[in-house]
């Protein structure tokens, strides 16, 4: 007889959650799955589908205003922006389907809404059910900060929560945060025509990032019409007015709407981790060993919940892994990596990274070598226009093992793959190199990249006896 009315309750159904009871329900195990929101989560609803639309319609907005470049007149152009909001919603209506209750249900996962609380190792509460599983997966995401500045609420702040509900392009848009998420916002409000301000209290936009990148990155936001207001933090609002302030001055950003984007927080909370003895860190994040296992052996975690990053392909690995070892355990179990982790930055020019940062390798002392493509080399970056921007490869002095690599440029999100693929599998930019690319491609920036460190290890030596050797044979 059964012990427990599932094998795998899934707490959550965003990215993480999904593939978890996929997973699940692929190796045919009852599954039950739980959501007090929408499925889909913060991808779908309030992260990357509706970012990323918004971003391809600002791209347009831009190419129009600069077509002229291309040798293409074109009247002036204005932005609907009801109509740019209603392209998001029709992107997020037309993938939804694929994260849909229906879809589960018809995998045979039932599917409930509501908040779920742990009750003990094998059971959860929800909506006054207690329901068993052999093991559970919590995957319940991140929300965003507000953080606590005089007079922010009152200003009715906008979040990545709130801000696809608006009506109106806002006139002059304060975005508090000047990472990834704020960045990518401010230039597609600015190209869409909104006066945008960063406040960033670092010394940078992308403040963990490449340093030439974060600089790329900066002066294509100015270009956009984007003021950046960097080594400054948001001291209190009032009247349309945020008060910012740095060692050496206060200034004052006027505005009609603020944008919040200091980073999300774990929802860890309010679940019932601590009575189970389910360890937490202070900010919010689930303490996983490399299995993706808590403290308490049947409950494992993935995803934002869990961290150290807060991307949604991260996520859907760790589900993987979570929901396997979760069905498997105590038979047999995966190990996760989180040492290969790459991601985007959909600014334009994109930025994209995976492995160790240029400064990371500096500050742990490891011997590197640098090998370098300028954009402006590309053939087809030169064809479209788009040449600004670069790819840095960092390899041991004496090997051809990637330790890292910085993209930047149009399409650096599709280029980093390469890259990921050779430290995943372990083989070296030699191999990159002597693959052949099709031309005239964007990928070609990377094996141009390994062709350059490539040229560097030819001994001088063996150039001179070639000299030598060929001289003969004329």
């Known amino acids: 007889m059964s012990k427990y009315d599932n094998n795998l309750i899934v707490v959550g159904a965003g990215s993480a959650g999904l593939i978890?009871?996929?997973?699940?329900?692929?190796?045919?195990?009852?599954?039950?799955l739980i959501e007090a929101d929408r499925m889909g989560g913060d991808c779908l609803n309030t992260g990357c589908v509706?970012?990323?639309?918004?971003?391809?319609?600002?791209?347009?907005?831009?190419?129009?205003?600069?077509?002229?470049?291309?040798g293409i007149e074109v009247p002036e152009s204005t932005v609907n922006f009801e109509q740019v909001m209603g392209r998001i919603?029709?992107?997020?209506?037309?993938?939804?389907?694929?994260?849909?209750?229906?879809?589960?249900?018809k995998m045979g996962v039932r599917c409930i809404e509501g908040r779920a609380r742990l009750v003990d190792p094998h059971c959860v509460s929800v909506n006054g059910e207690e329901i068993s599983s052999r093991s559970i997966v919590l995957a319940t995401g991140a929300r965003p900060q507000i953080p606590p500045i005089p007079g922010l609420r009152e200003a009715n702040p906008l979040t990545t929560e709130s801000l696809w509900d608006i009506t109106e392009l806002p006139s002059h848009l304060a975005v508090i945060g000047g990472g990834p998420v704020g960045c990518e916002l401010a230039q597609a409000f600015a190209r869409l025509g909104s006066q945008v301000t960063v406040v960033e209290q670092m010394d940078r936009l992308l403040p963990q990032e490449d340093l030439e990148a974060s600089a790329q990155v900066n002066d294509a936001m100015q270009a956009d019409g984007v003021e950046i207001r960097t080594g400054f933090s948001a001291d209190s609002s009032s009247d349309g007015q945020l008060s910012i302030r740095s060692l050496d001055r206060t200034e004052t950003v006027d505005f009609d709407r603020?944008?919040?984007?200091?980073?999300r927080t774990p929802r860890s909370d309010s679940m019932g981790l601590d009575e189970l003895g389910v360890t937490v860190h202070d900010d919010g994040r689930v303490v996983v060993n490399q299995y993706l296992q808590t403290h308490v052996s049947s409950i494992y975690a993935s995803g934002d919940l869990v961290g150290p990053h807060q991307f949604t392909h991260l996520a859907a690995q760790?589900?993987?892994?979570?929901?396997?070892?979760?069905?498997?355990?105590?038979?047999?179990?995966?190990?996760?990596?989180?040492?290969?982790?790459?991601?985007?930055?959909?600014?334009?020019?994109?930025?994209?990274?995976?492995?160790?940062?240029?400064?990371?390798?500096?500050?742990?002392?490891?011997?590197?070598?640098?090998?370098?493509?300028?954009?402006?080399?590309?053939?087809?970056?030169?064809a479209e226009g788009r040449t600004e921007g670069f790819v840095k490869l960092f390899t041991p002095a004496k090997s051809d093992r990637l330790l890292g690599a910085c993209i930047v440029g149009a399409n650096a999100g599709e280029l980093i793959g390469s890259c990921v693929s050779a430290m995943t599998h372990g083989y070296g930019m030699n191999k990159v190199f002597s693959t052949l690319h099709v031309y005239p491609t964007w990928s070609e920036s990377v094996r141009h990249a390994a062709g350059a460190r490539r040229r560097k290890q030819v001994s001088p030596k063996l150039l001179e006896l070639a000299g030598r050797l060929n001289s003969v044979l004329r």
């Open 20 to 32: 978890a009871a996929l997973v699940g329900a692929t190796a045919r195990a009852k599954v039950t």
């Open 89 to 105: 919603r029709g992107a997020i209506a037309e993938i939804e389907p694929h994260d849909s209750v229906e879809r589960y249900t």
């Open 50 to 70: 509706p970012s990323k639309t918004l971003i391809a319609s600002a791209r347009v907005a831009r190419s129009i205003r600069n077509a002229q470049e291309f």
């Open 258 to 263: 603020i944008l919040v984007a200091v980073g």
């Open 318 to 382: 760790q589900a993987w892994y979570a929901s396997m070892n979760a069905l498997l355990r105590p038979f047999w179990r995966f190990k996760f990596d989180s040492r290969i982790s790459p991601w985007a930055i959909f600014t334009d020019p994109e930025v994209a990274r995976v492995g160790k940062s240029e400064q990371e390798l500096t500050e742990q002392g490891i011997d590197y070598e640098v090998s370098r493509f300028e954009l402006s080399a590309s053939d087809r970056a030169i």
